[in-house]
């Protein structure tokens, strides 16, 4: 199993910014993917962004062009750079990291986004 652990959650003006940070202990030589989904009120969690053990990545169409999903493997960090954003953002952020046996989750952190 992967452990995670996310932060840099919060409170945020339209067209402001914040970075998720997301640090992964465990099994983490088995990841082979890992990434951002978030849960609003009322919704169904979805996909934000995820980066391959090879480093390709890819990220919602509701999102291209103004959240950035990196990581620094030297720190078993992941990251979500998140830009221009929306009060249709304000949702719960989970870091998730796949490996052949498991689909770990962190615990997740709140981003408002007010209009």
């Known amino acids: 199993q992967v452990q995670l652990v996310e932060s840099g959650g919060g409170l945020v003006q339209a067209g402001g910014s914040l970075r998720l940070s997301c640090v992964a202990s465990g099994n983490i030589d088995s990841i082979r993917t890992t990434g951002w989904y978030r849960q609003a009120p009322g919704k169904q969690r979805e996909l934000v962004a995820v980066i391959t053990s090879s480093g390709s990545t890819n990220a919602a169409d509701s999102v291209k062009g103004r959240f950035t999903i990196s990581r620094d493997n030297a720190k078993y960090m992941v990251y979500l750079q998140m830009n221009s954003l929306k009060p249709e953002d304000t949702a719960i952020y989970y870091c998730?990291?796949?490996?052949?046996?498991?689909?770990?989750w962190g615990q997740g952190t709140q981003v408002t986004v007010s209009s």
């Open positions: 998730n990291a796949r490996t052949l046996w498991s689909n770990d």
